[in-house]
């Protein structure tokens, strides 16, 4: 079956730790986001890329570093620099250009600073 | 620059009963958006899609949509709610054509009294 794959479902993180969540998909989408949850604020958008070795930041960026080394893969890194890093990470991917397309999203990551 | 408001954070109807929420939109483009919903700890599923044409869109599970541009909305309705549509449902935009990253609301949480 096709679709997107996050991993771990639940990571705990120490005071200090940087910690990487892993997105795969196997959709052969060209696009790929990371957004970020927390009640009540909805998803907001960290980075996305639209090609292998490019990406940008998107609203939320600051304390958080992505790569796109192969189209299938987009892994997040939460750094020690992000403050409040406890929320709900969801990874997406899209079909770019050619009309308009919908995202299609993993399970989702649950992060929680211990 | 494009946002999403979500009017109402929590919603409850009676089982059988109309659903309504309400989604209000700005974009300086034509927009394209989209209804999402969202089970406890899941990633987010497609409802529904408008792109362009017809301004009434039907999606799963009942739900449909309709877009009002005099109004800068995009409500969903559903004629006759059930259980299993208890959820967190998102709108969002999007600008399409190579920029498909979503701009979402902050989501409103539909409760289903029995």
């Known amino acids: 079956d096709g679709g997107i794959t996050q991993s771990p479902k639940y990571l705990f993180r ?27 604020q909805g998803l907001r958008l ?44 969801l990874c997406a991917s899209s079909i770019l250009g050619g009309g308009v397309t919908e995202a299609f999203f993993g399970q989702g990551t649950r992060l929680t600073v211990v | 620059a494009q946002s999403v408001t979500q009017l109402g954070s929590h919603v409850s109807v009676s089982e059988g009963a109309l659903v309504l929420l309400r989604c209000n ?9 989209f209804w999402y ?22 999606g799963i599970n009942g739900f449909e949509a309709e877009f009002k541009k005099s109004e800068t909305s995009f409500h969903l309705t559903k004629p006759s709610a059930h259980m299993s549509d208890a959820a967190e449902y998102f709108c969002a935009v999007s600008e399409g054509f190579g920029n498909e990253k ?9 409760t289903i009294i029995p």
């Open chain 1, 46 to 89: 960290i980075y996305y890329s639209q090609i292998v070795n490019d990406f940008q930041k998107g609203d939320i960026a600051e304390g958080y570093s992505v790569s796109r080394e192969k189209k299938e893969s987009f892994p997040l890194t939460v750094t020690s620099a992000q403050k409040n890093p406890t929320a709900f990470y």
């Open chain 1, 14 to 40: 120490k005071e200090g730790q940087n910690v990487t969540l892993s997105c795969e998909q196997n959709l052969n989408h060209d696009a790929m986001y990371w957004y970020r949850q927390d009640p009540g």
């Open chain 2, 37 to 58: 919903v969202q089970y406890p700890n899941q990633g987010l599923q497609l409802l529904l899609k408008y792109t362009t044409g017809a301004t009434l869109v039907k």
């Open chain 2, 25 to 33: 939109y700005s974009s300086s483009v034509p927009p394209y958006l």
């Open chain 2, 102 to 110: 979503l701009t979402f609301g902050t989501g409103t949480r539909l």
